[in-house]
């Protein structure tokens, strides 16, 4: 069994992170909320592992670690912090520490450090050889579901091609990122990257910012002006929700991908065009082609490779994930630090239907991280509507056998009702068990169950 030592004068972070390590059973887990006696005791007893908070007080991280290796010099110490530098992290891994973690971090990246630390294989994918296989971390995309991972796997295969990709799912779900990533994963991506929405603009607009204008050519026009096709040379080109450009449009974008060249408006000169054309929709085009609402030619064009990216709700893996990455950059960007979400809090993000997708999760985590007057966002900070809770709870039981549904749902009702009533009496046993007509034995015994923890 493996002796791990937590350090953190929070007993909120404590407690949060004996009941993460808690999981596994191959640990014991002592706990020490004091710098001065964490100090002691690494000097008298060796650990397998440290965790120690970076600053506590008089007494930091770096002196736990430094007690340490003095004692013990193969002493394997992680540091984490709600202060993350650089600084503080080079210095930690100068001092000897095995890895410096910025808070907030998700249980995911705790166990992967331990794991490294004990030697054992994670959970991540292998990495392979094949280049055209990889998967590959690009900045702004958070995942942890196997639909994303396949998705990623994908864009590492097209990306080094040279085909028309056409991106589809709802609004908010990241379309735009995903065609990013294919182009900074292609031959292209030294060259621009150029947007553009297809509903922003009126036409008469649309067009000429799309193919340019020559002087003259109508009321405004006092100069020649290169349209953004020719800024986008060489590189890639995005069209965002292609659905609703209009049908005259569609016309002039097919013979540009047809024929490889454009005419300014008011031009008389055709204009060799390279671009890589992405396009992306939260539409049906098929059906839009069936309605004579899309070019059926254009939709085949566009259409080569068809990458659908699911809504949040059907990857609810990436939910925390995402929480976390959106709460950090929050941290980093701002004075304020907020180390986590409550446990409740993470249930109902898990739990919730998220009809706007990613865009509203990271609208939400910014409206609890401002809101909120403590260093954990809880349930109530998160306004989500109550009716959306019961959908991942209905979602889960469909794939259980009753008595397995029945014994989840019973366990669920007792967490919440008891930590819920053990907040509203403020942690006294006794008065929640009279309220509440169960007896302390009971509240106690539910309690050390569930691990329950109701003392912020």
């Not at 040279?162 to 990533?181: C, F, M, P, Q």
Request: hydrophobic residues 40%; glycine residues 6%; aromatic residues 8%.
């Amino acid at each position: 069994m493996k002796k791990i030592l937590i350090i953190d004068d929070e007993e909120d972070m404590l407690q949060s992170l004996r009941k993460i390590l808690s999981q596994r059973s191959a640990y014991h887990i002592s706990t020490v909320n004091d710098g001065k006696q964490a100090l002691r005791q690494v000097g008298l007893e060796k650990f397998d592992l440290i965790i120690t908070d970076l600053k506590m007080g008089e007494t930091t991280g770096i002196d736990i670690l430094k007690a340490a290796l003095r004692k013990f010099p193969d002493a394997k110490v992680i540091i984490i912090s709600g202060y993350g530098t650089i600084e503080a992290s080079v210095e930690a891994m100068q001092e000897g520490a095995f890895d410096f973690i910025e808070k907030p971090f998700t249980s995911k990246k705790l166990f992967s450090c331990i794991d490294r630390v004990f030697g054992q294989p994670t959970e991540a994918k292998p990495a392979s050889h094949d280049v055209e296989t990889k998967l590959v971390d690009l900045p702004g995309i958070i995942y942890d579901s196997k639909q994303m991972s396949d998705i990623m796997l994908l864009v590492t295969k097209i990306a080094p091609g040279d085909l028309n990709i056409l991106i589809t799912g709802e609004s908010g779900t990241g379309k735009e990122l995903i065609a990013r990533a294919i182009h900074n994963l292609s031959k292209r991506s030294m060259h621009p990257f150029v947007p553009v929405n297809c509903g922003a603009l009126p036409e008469s607009l649309f067009e000429s910012e799309l193919f340019g204008h020559e002087k003259g050519a109508f009321t405004g026009a006092i100069k020649t002006k290169p349209g953004l096709l020719e800024f986008a040379n060489q590189g890639t080109f995005f069209f965002d929700e292609i659905g609703d450009l209009s049908l005259t449009l569609q016309v002039k974008l097919l013979r540009m991908l047809e024929q490889r060249q454009i005419r300014r408006v008011g031009g008389q000169k055709e204009i060799d065009i390279d671009v890589r054309i992405i396009a992306a929709t939260n539409k049906e085009l098929s059906q839009a082609v069936k309605e004579n609402k899309f070019r059926e030619d254009l939709y085949y064009r566009l259409n080569t490779i068809q990458i659908e990216i699911p809504p949040l709700r059907e990857r609810r893996d990436d939910i925390l994930p995402l929480a976390y990455h959106f709460l950090s950059e929050l941290c980093r960007k701002n004075e304020k630090i907020v180390n986590r979400f409550s446990s409740e809090a993470e249930e109902s993000l898990k739990g919730y239907n998220w009809p706007g997708n990613i865009r509203e999760l990271q609208n939400m985590i910014s409206r609890a991280y401002f809101l909120t007057s403590s260093r954990v966002i809880q349930k109530a900070d998160l306004p989500l509507p109550m009716s959306e809770q019961s959908f991942f709870m209905d979602r889960r039981m469909s794939d259980l056998s009753y008595s397995k549904a029945k014994q989840a749902i019973l366990e669920k009702f007792e967490i919440e009702f008891l930590t819920n009533q053990l907040r509203k009496y403020q942690g006294n046993i006794s008065l929640t068990a009279a309220k509440c007509g169960i007896d302390r034995r009971s509240i106690h015994r539910l309690i050390k169950k569930y691990n329950i923890v109701y003392k912020d």
